[in-house]
């Protein structure tokens, strides 16, 4: 099983950016698919999560800025980023847990993250 990340770069302040993470491999399905991110010196934090259902969750410094949406067909979850700012800055990791795989059925899987840079 695979998340590969894209989207990721280097944007001004109050610019927009999508991210997107793929799933590869052998699973009966996806749970939750979430987004986390990682400043340098700090512990990775919950950006939001989508249930298969599409149930969302947002971290309070993202609401009103963030979107998540995914795609079960094709095994995608997306993140619209807008009105970024410096403190957006970090690497963004897709995170899923897949059924039908491991000892007890189900696992989580993390991408390898993507960087996001937001310049002033």
């Known amino acids: 099983v695979q998340l590969v990340e894209s989207g990721g770069g280097l944007v001004q302040v109050g610019g927009s950016l999508t991210l997107s993470c793929s799933a590869a491999?052998?699973?009966?399905?996806?749970?939750?698919m979430n987004w986390y991110r990682q400043i340098p010196g700090k512990q990775r934090e919950l950006v939001a999560r989508i249930t298969r259902g599409g149930t969302t969750n947002y971290a309070d410094f993202v609401k009103g800025r963030f979107t998540i949406s995914r795609d079960n067909a094709k095994n995608m979850v997306a993140l619209q980023m807008v009105s970024l700012k410096p403190e957006d800055t970090a690497i963004y990791y897709c995170?899923?847990?897949?059924?039908?795989?491991?000892?007890?059925?189900?696992?989580?899987?993390w991408g390898q993250g993507t960087q996001v840079t937001v310049s002033s």
């Open positions: 491999g052998r699973f009966f399905s996806i749970d939750d």
């Open positions: 995170n899923a847990y897949f059924r039908g795989i491991g000892p007890i059925g189900g696992a989580y899987y």
